[in-house]
């Protein structure tokens, strides 16, 4: 293993070094799970051709979303502790990589009328073992890159995930993802390996892709990208890991800045987390998308993504993260607000009317224009919201706590998030509107963003108690 002081030579090679860009690909190699799988392909397909009961089917996506945070809040902590006293980051990685790359392969058996339970199944494994993925990943990014560049090297690595998403989501609408009825793809021609979509095929087979590309580009990680010493064999680590996650938990009362942090941070990004993984079953739902129009939208904010990621970079360099979050929150605050306050024929809750004229192409109806215009305010935030929080965190915390802190971060991500999801299911059940069920995310967003703005930057530089 390449020891402490590689990682220190490593960050003297700048933000281009092979440690750097390997660490980059990371995130290029995780993005297509999220993208073709959790967003615009295969939750889709779920809700819309799996089952024959789209609201029930979106609610009981939202139920696995809730299952897998519950299980990401409970154990990201503990492993980002054990990982500190372990040192090494690589093998949990290598060890979660492999439970997410079978199970994706897996998806393949979700044919319409299979085993619900079996395919919630396997995306709880694959959503929990992608996030513990990244809380190793993330950890390492303070032995490799100075604190000056960690809000432009996390922006570009983040920039680069939603590029290898695009291509992903490309190469699946242009030839594989068909109309169920035609039988053909949007250029026309006969899907990939003659797969049919009249079976869901065309979406399934996204699950062996996403597995397939995670495999072959987390390689450059592995290879390039130095790794702390080995530290404490795998029991000792886990005892004495134990203890300073507890350490760590009381240590926060003496950071309130980084407390102060983390609470906002957990708020918003369920709101976040809600948007990422409701927001194309939403669509799917009230305008009858099949796989080629949900995966064209999401190419469509993938793009806007990479460029929102891309000017984030700078202005992350410039006027800091939290300038970057802050902004990218009221985005997203505007883009929910649009999204649920559209239907079929109007926007803003009916102050405009938008008849339908016809039904034929792709978003012919204005409603879905507009639909289309409020996710681009998405797809310029997404990116940038959690790559800069992501550097806020590393701009308050030393290399040796990074495990520690990213942690809890990743706790602070999804120890509530199923409070977000789980309101979408209650909501959507009581009142059998996924509308009304959407609106609960501005509430989180909302929460966040107003703690967010009470916090410094850096978070640490708060040394006062919390209730001052």
């Not at 980059?24 to 799996?50: E, K, N």
């Not at 339970?117 to 929990?128: E, G, K, P, R």
């Not at 990244?134 to 950890?139: A, C, E, K, P």
């Not at 797969?195 to 996403?210: M, N, Q």
Request: charged share 10%.
């Amino acid at each position: 293993m390449t020891n402490m002081a590689d990682a220190t030579g490593e960050r003297r090679g700048g933000i281009y070094s092979r440690g750097v860009v390997g660490w980059m690909l990371f995130d290029w190699a995780a993005q297509p799970f999220f993208t073709v799988i959790t967003t615009f392909i295969f939750g889709p397909y779920f809700v819309s051709r799996m089952t024959s009961d789209p609201i029930a089917a979106q609610a009981t996506w939202s139920n696995m979303a809730t299952i897998s945070s519950i299980i990401i809040a409970v154990l990201s902590p503990i492993l980002g502790s054990i990982a500190d006293e372990s040192g090494s980051r690589k093998p949990w990685i290598a060890f979660f990589a492999t439970i997410k790359i079978a199970a994706l392969c897996l998806l393949w058996t979700a044919a319409p009328g299979s085993s619900v339970a079996f395919i919630v199944l396997l995306m709880v494994l694959a959503t929990t073992s992608a996030e513990f993925s990244i809380v190793f990943n993330d950890s390492m990014m303070t032995r490799l890159i100075g604190q000056k560049d960690v809000g432009r090297v996390s922006n570009i690595g983040w920039g680069m995930g939603y590029l290898g998403g695009m291509i992903v989501l490309i190469s699946v609408v242009l030839f594989i993802a068909a109309s169920p009825e035609t039988g053909k793809t949007i250029l026309g021609t006969t899907p990939l390996f003659g797969l049919d979509p009249a079976t869901g095929e065309d979406a399934r087979v996204t699950g062996p892709i996403s597995a397939l590309w995670y495999l072959v580009f987390i390689l450059p990680m592995f290879f390039f990208t130095p790794d702390a010493s080995r530290g404490k064999p795998l029991a000792a680590a886990v005892r004495s890991g134990l203890g300073e996650l507890g350490s760590t938990i009381r240590e926060l009362k003496h950071k309130p800045g980084v407390f102060r942090f983390l609470v906002g941070r957990m708020i918003y990004q369920d709101g976040v987390n809600g948007l990422l993984t409701l927001g194309g079953i939403f669509a799917a739902a009230m305008f009858g998308w099949h796989t080629m129009e949900i995966g064209i939208y999401g190419i469509i904010l993938n793009v806007i993504a990479i460029f929102g990621c891309v000017a984030a970079s700078s202005l992350d360099r410039w006027l800091g993260s939290k300038f970057v979050v802050v902004l990218a929150l009221l985005l997203l605050l505007a883009a929910t607000f649009g999204m649920i306050s559209t239907g079929p024929d109007f926007t803003l809750f009916g102050l405009v009317s938008l008849p339908i004229g016809t039904t034929d192409g792709l978003f012919s109806t204005p409603a879905e224009k507009a639909y289309i215009l409020y996710g681009l305010l998405i797809g310029i935030s997404f990116g940038p919201v959690q790559a800069s929080s992501r550097s806020y965190l590393a701009r308050s915390v030393s290399p040796a706590e990074a495990g520690r802190y990213f942690g809890i971060y990743a706790l602070s991500g999804r120890a509530t998030s199923f409070m977000a999801t789980l309101s979408f299911s209650l909501l959507t059940y009581w009142t059998g509107s996924a509308r009304i069920g959407m609106a609960s995310l501005i509430i989180f967003l909302a929460g966040g963003l107003l703690i967010l703005l009470k916090t410094p930057y850096p978070a640490a530089h708060l040394a006062k108690p919390l209730e001052a």
